[in-house]
T-cell receptor
């Protein structure tokens, strides 16, 4: 399977615990995005990487959230001191970005998501 | 916060009928994209329409874009049970991120 993968698919944790999610994008994609989706809503942007550089962060990404993409390949999203309001589906997406010749492909390819439940 | 609104929030039709979903947005865009999400799964890209395009087709999908009204529509013709899903429009404002609407939940009845 050469699509975007996320691990774990489900995570149940107690309030106050730390959790970390992993995303493996499509291998040749240099752009990687994290979104959060709550029940009945569309995904909301959290942060975006171009290779290993984190170029944009939403104000939704409080100090308890941190994301990394150390080698420009996989990415991790960590939530410290989880709260019940953090319960959501966390989606990762990747896109090719700028191709040779300057063409920019803007379609995003999503992983299956990690569903977090904070009890 | 989310960019736009989708209408209707839920739609239920008979198999074989056409389904039309509408999306409105608030700011200037580079392009608008439609995605499908099956229950509890990730999103699948369906079609992208650029701001200088007015209509685009892909198989049974037809998308229109009216930038003067800041609105788009997605038409699915000859619907099938497998089309049952939530459909989201997403605007690309040139800042790399996508801004999604709240989605339309489509149910195709056999």
């Amino acid at each position: 399977d050469t699509g975007v993968s996320q691990d774990p698919r489900h995570k149940i944790t107690k309030r106050g615990q730390n959790v970390t999610f992993r995303c493996d994008p499509i291998s040749e994609h240099n752009r990687l995005y994290w979104y959060r989706q709550t029940l009945g809503q569309g995904p909301e942007f959290l942060t975006y990487f171009q290779n290993e550089a984190q170029l944009e962060k939403s104000r939704l990404l409080s100090d308890r959230f941190s994301a990394e993409r150390p080698k420009g390949s996989f990415s991790t999203l960590e939530i410290q001191r989880t709260e019940q309001g953090d319960s959501a589906m966390y989606l990762c997406a990747s896109s090719p970005g700028v191709l040779a010749g300057g063409l920019i492909l803007r379609e995003q390819y999503f992983g299956p998501g990690t569903r977090l439940t904070v009890t | 916060s989310q960019q736009g609104e989708e209408d209707p929030q839920a739609l239920s039709i008979q198999e074989g009928e056409n389904a039309t979903m509408n999306c409105s947005y608030k700011t200037s865009i580079n392009n608008l994209q439609w995605y499908r999400q099956n229950s509890g799964r990730g999103l699948v890209h369906l079609i992208l329409i650029r701001s200088n395009e007015r209509e685009k087709h892909s198989g049974r999908l037809r998308v229109t874009l009216d930038t003067s009204k800041k609105s788009s529509s997605l038409l699915i013709t000859a619907s099938r049970a497998a089309d049952t899903a939530s459909y989201f429009c997403a605007t690309d404002q040139g800042a790399q991120k996508l801004v999604f609407g709240q989605g339309t939940r489509l149910t195709i009845n056999p």
